[in-house]
């Protein structure tokens, strides 16, 4: 009967350890996340507000990272996929920033 008592005590503490780690990491990513994306609107909007980025400056900064094809790169792999995503992203941040970036 002690060993059974013994097993479940030491059972139940590493449940509760794991369980405590896992919420824990989680609680951290969340966090960073939120962080993350506060400060990726504020810098935005002030990138757009000083003039300094604009919807064809933002397209040099896709081609930096998937060349465009009519400079004559050989077409990449996904390379649609990233261009689509990075116009979805920039317009869902310009949404965020018509409400000022909430929470900064």
């Known amino acids: ?11 139940a503490a590493l449940l509760g350890a794991v369980g405590g780690a896992g919420i824990g990491f989680a609680w951290t990513v969340k966090a960073h996340l939120e962080t993350d994306v506060q ?13 300094y980025l604009t919807r064809e400056r933002r397209a ?3 081609d930096k990272v998937v060349p465009a094809i009519s400079k004559g790169a050989p077409p990449r792999p996904g390379a ?10 920039w317009d869902n941040i310009r949404e ?9």
């Open 39 to 51: 400060l990726g609107c504020a810098l935005l909007q002030t990138a757009e507000t000083a003039g």
């Open 80 to 89: 649609d996929v990233v261009r689509k995503f990075a116009d979805v992203w």
């Open 96 to 104: 965020d920033q018509k409400s000022g970036c909430p929470g900064v």
């Open 1 to 11: 009967m002690k060993t059974l008592v013994a097993v479940l005590t030491v059972l």
């Open 60 to 62: 040099q900064l896709v």
